[in-house]
């Protein structure tokens, strides 16, 4: 039988984390080698880590010169005899930076192959750093470093788009973006014989990413025929995205093998047994067969003198299995806590310190283990259960005042307990007094809330007041409370304002918002309300019932038996309505004119084309005064395809012209000539 074993690996990697990298990559290696496979293949710049940026720059005595150091201890390991291993590496040719795949056997570098279509979009900006190699089926000869000449005792090797032949099979090359473009090289690959696909890949999460990436590989070859393999990073790389690996290999468009998507271990290998007469089979039909008969230009082969598959009779063909994909609450569930699990641990922190304010907002390997006992300071600790655990790294706190309902501070107690974090609680009427004080003595004046006869910015200053001491005092706790409980370190302080807030700017600059991490930054509350009505049951929290009917307040303002402070009265728009306007406003790509195009189709005959046209001006002035807000931002876990994170995925101005004059003037005059239509 013509049956190959292919292994694909998704690995936990951390950017410049030479040592680590390298320790993963040979415990793959293994892996894959105890497991029978013939080929292993790993994610995308897997050597140096994905996240490096602009250490990228640093060519020729660091990040480069380190991934080659790396590629010679691996090479001078007897871990992949006779199997071939592709690995994903940074490569200087001709003083130009590009983002390669190596492919070596038996010491040997067979191939250095560039990536051509590089991702330069959302979270990445590849072409900042490298070049896309734009020689289609052409290559070069590379001088190999000293340090590789030592080991491998070899000078050169091609450098290009080429493929490897060995005597049965063909094997082809993409790297992640390549698979996305719409002349993806797998086209042409499959035309000139390739029969096995490769596909080192960097994917981060997002709400279900996985579905069209699964999609794309299963029409490549449900199309074309073949062996598709995909590895991906998964975990925290240092950076505000997680990679969620979900490692593949599919079939003429059939997955045999799936990788987990969220998890903590470091390491993992899936591998399939694939005879090769499908791939044969699968393309035999006329209208293919004239496609590859006329490819004028071959693909430059690397001949092997050896074979991928094993001559074994008990090795069968790995059978069709069905694609397992997380719902959008278990995507929550999981992605936020494996990122902030990475973040602990490799952060050498001791555990979380979380403002609890009642809102909706906030609520085993051998390796996990010994990341656990380095966290807790103690080598001889068991968890015994989840809240055991709990008790020793998340540290809550509510931080009442005057102006803060019993009904809250109830909630926020009764769901520490049920969860079992270790619980303050406190009330900071004596700081904001002690800050009124200070500024009565400077100025004379004492501000007074609305409701009590004074002004907006009366109101608003002394709201600040209270979230602003909210901050300080996190920080304090967070550096504290581990020596309060006689234990070293310190605590990592948490966010907890969603994806609507920060697009809408409805939170204050430096208040409890400005932590060290947010885990749902990227995630809008719609999602989230979604999220603690599965962990209802999920997590038997049936505390979270009142969460979820519990009416959105900052509880700044004080409280009065006919009024209650509401954040979609404060923001004058609701969750739901900020959920529309960022997905037309990021993802549709729409300014205010479009956005109100759009939406008079989407919300007529029930609302008015003038009234759309308040919603929308409404929704872009406070966008325009508040966008300033969003560079001071803690990182938060990239999940939403509309963020507005600043850092990296949503680059606009931080200073607008929040009249947004000319723009606003052709809404109103459209408005006004619809309705005037509708009334002819």
């Given amino acids: 039988m013509d049956t190959v074993t292919l292994a694909t690996c998704t690995l936990n990697q951390w950017a410049l984390d030479f040592t680590g ?66 690995v994903g590496m940074p490569v200087i040719h001709k003083n130009v930076r590009y983002n390669c795949r190596v492919i070596f056997q038996n010491k040997k570098i067979l191939l250095i192959r560039p990536k051509m279509f590089l991702a330069n979009d959302g979270n990445y900006r590849e072409t900042r750093w490298f070049t896309a190699w734009t020689k289609s089926r052409e290559y070069e000869q590379i001088l190999l470093p000293d340090v590789i000449v030592e080991v491998a005792g070899q000078q050169e090797c091609r450098f290009g788009d080429c493929v490897i032949e060995t005597r049965d099979t063909v094997i082809g090359i993409e790297t992640c973006e390549e698979l996305w473009t719409p002349q993806s090289p797998h086209i042409t690959l499959s035309l000139d014989g390739v029969e096995i696909f490769t596909n080192g890949s960097g994917s981060h999460h ?50 045999v093998a799936q990788g987990r998507q969220f998890f903590l271990e470091d390491v993992e290998v899936i591998v399939a047994t694939v005879d090769l007469l499908r791939v044969r089979a699968f393309r035999a039909v006329s209208s293919r067969s004239v496609q590859a008969a006329d490819m004028h230009t071959a693909y430059p082969r690397i001949t092997l003198n050896t074979s991928l598959a094993r001559l074994d009779f008990k090795c069968y063909e790995t059978p069709e299995i069905s694609v397992f994909y997380h719902s959008p609450e278990e995507e929550i569930r999981f992605g936020p806590a494996c990122w902030l699990w990475d973040y602990l641990r490799r952060s050498k922190t001791n555990g979380y310190f979380l403002p609890l304010s009642g809102g909706i907002d906030n609520q085993n390997a051998e390796q996990v283990l010994k990341d656990v006992k380095n966290i807790v300071g103690d080598q001889s600790y068991v968890p015994k259960n989840a809240r055991d655990l709990c008790s020793h790294i998340l540290h809550t706190a509510y931080m009442g005042t005057v102006n803060s309902s019993s009904e809250t501070r109830s909630r926020a107690a009764r769901l520490a307990s049920d969860i079992g974090s270790y619980h303050v609680n406190l009330d900071m009427d004596g700081i904001v007094s002690a800050i009124l004080a200070v500024f009565h003595t400077v100025t004379g004046k004492s501000p007074r809330f609305k409701l009590d006869g004074g002004t907006n910015a009366e109101n608003l200053a002394l709201q600040n007041i209270q979230a602003r001491s909210r901050m300080v005092l996190s920080y304090l706790f967070a550096q504290l409370l581990p020596w309060c409980r006689s234990k070293s370190g310190a605590l990592l302080v948490l966010g907890s304002a969603n994806v609507d807030e920060t697009l809408r700017g409805y939170f204050t600059k430096y208040d409890c918002a400005s932590a060290d991490v947010n885990p749902i930054g990227g995630i809008s509350k719609t999602d989230l309300k979604g999220f603690v009505q599965h962990s209802l049951d999920a997590f038997n929290l049936p505390i979270l019932h009142e969460f979820l009917y519990a009416t959105p307040t900052a509880e700044l303002e004080p409280l009065r038996a006919d009024y209650v402070q509401s954040d979609e009265v404060d923001m004058g728009m609701s969750y739901e309505d900020l959920s529309v306007y960022g997905t037309l406003r990021k993802i549709s790509k729409c300014g205010p004119y479009q956005m109100f195009t759009k939406l008079v189709g989407k919300w007529s005959p029930g609302l008015l084309p003038t009234a759309v ?68």
């Fill in 21 to 86: 990298n390298c320790e993963r990559i040979l415990d793959s290696i293994r892996q894959a080698a105890s497991k029978g496979a013939s080929y292993r293949l790993g994610p995308e710049l897997e050597i140096c880590g994905y996240g490096c940026n602009d250490h990228f720059y640093e060519g020729t005595s660091d990040t480069f010169t380190h991934s080659w150091e790396v590629l010679a201890k691996i090479l001078a390991s007897d871990d992949a005899k006779d199997m071939i291993c592709d």
């Fill in 206 to 255: 997002e709400f279900s990413k996985l579905n069209t990436r699964i999609d794309l590989i299963r029409s490549a070859t449900a199309k074309c025929g073949g062996v598709y393999m995909y590895a991906n990073h998964h975990g925290c790389d240092g950076e505000r995205v997680y990679y969620d690996g979900c490692s593949l290999i599919v079939v003429n468009g059939q997955v």
């Fill in 613 to 680: 046209a308040e919603k929308v001006k409404k929704f872009f002035r406070y966008y325009a005064i508040n966008r300033h807000k969003t560079t001071i931002l803690p990182p938060s876990y990239h999940m939403s395809p509309y963020s507005p994170d600043d850092n990296r995925y949503d680059l606009r101005p931080i200073l607008y012209n929040a009249a947004w004059t000319w723009q606003f003037a052709r809404m109103d005059s459209m408005a006004a000539r619809m309705e005037e239509g509708r009334a002819a």
